[in-house]
């Protein structure tokens, strides 16, 4: 295949406008190997991993393929601790703490922000690419990577927060449409409900900066990829469609939950970590959210809803687990990652040459 934009390909020197979605708890090595051997993008996601696991990590890929991969960070700035609201949300949950029969946690999961210590670590290991979510790391942090050679790529949910991306040195900008599954990648904005989708963003994303733009949201197969090309996006990343791959770390409950699925099945939702992010609805996000005013800043909220899932999951109960997921559940498939992103390569050719001939 021909790409006639090789802006994407070029810069980072894959063969395919395809990109692996870095999801915390759901990308694997071996689904970066996998992607990344089958010529597009695969990715590691840094944020919810100690300094030791994503050096381990980092060695698997390495060990696994030659080829470029992308490791993706949070840059969340840290919490300020409010007792009050604490105690509130805690209030607020103190049912299911008795109805589950568990004590209120003190700790979530760790999800810590890019620092001098992963930096080290990047400029150990040199991936190809680094993406950023929230926005980007201080200025002093950016010129290492940047001086080392490494690739810049970040997440914008409106024009201007691409235009910011853009005037700080990044080499290209995901537009992250509403469709997403999982956290927005928003840091100038915070009202959820006027973000736009894919379809409008991807565009006006465009027309606002001169870097390649990579669209993410709802893009599932050939269809969204031959899309966000007409749209003037270099290429696609792709999240959901590979959650049911076997190489995807997604839990049983979810994966049963993401086959129920369908396209008004999610919900953007700040009552698991304080960030709204887009899942698929539950007992806990109907009861208490879907976005509650109450919940503590992120990641704090996590602290207090963590405990409530394992003892849940424990009765095949899914109330309390965080079943995220783009508004294109429908289209993942239970394939294996690679064979997955030559598919849609099949299937965006097809659309292309449709459309051309």
Known sequence: MKWQDRRLLDLFGIEHPILQAPMAGVTSPQMAIATSEAGALGSIAGAMLTPDGLRQEFQMVKQGTARPF??????????TVDAARDAAWRRKLAGYYEELGVAPGTKGPSRA??????????????????????????????????????????????????????????????AQGAEAGGHRGMFLVEDISRQAGTMALVPQVVDAVKVPVIAAGGIG????????LALGAAGAQIGTAFML??????????????????????VLTNVFTGRPARGIV?????????????????????????????????????????????QAPTLAREMP??????????????VLGRVRG
Do not use: Y
Not at 245 to 266: I, Q, V
Not at 299 to 322: H, I, M, N, V
Not at 337 to 350: D, F, H, W, Y
């Open 70 to 79: 992308n490791v993706n960070f949070f840059v969340h700035k840290a919490p």
């Open 113 to 174: 922000a890019f620092d001098a210590t992963a930096c080290d670590l990047v400029l150990e290991f040199m991936p190809k690419v680094v993406s950023f979510h929230f926005g980007l790391p201080d200025k002093a942090l950016m010129q290492r990577l940047k001086a080392a050679g490494i690739v810049i790529i970040a997440s914008a949910t409106t024009a201007e927060e691409a235009r910011w991306l853009e005037g700080e040195g990044t080499d290209a900008v995901i």
């Open 221 to 228: 197969d050939g269809r969204g990829i031959a899309a966000a």
């Open 245 to 266: 791959s076997p190489e995807a770390r997604t839990g049983a409950l979810h994966r049963a939950a993401l086959k129920k699925a369908n396209d008004n099945s999610t």
């Open 282 to 326: 539950n007992r806990i996000v109907s009861e208490v959210g879907p976005m509650s005013a109450e919940a503590p800043a992120f990641p704090l909220t996590a602290e207090a809803t963590q405990p409530l899932r394992g003892p849940a999951e424990a009765k095949g109960s899914t109330d309390f687990t965080p079943l995220w997921s783009g």
């Open 337 to 350: 990652a690679g064979e997955l992103v030559k598919a849609m390569v099949r299937e965006t050719q097809a």
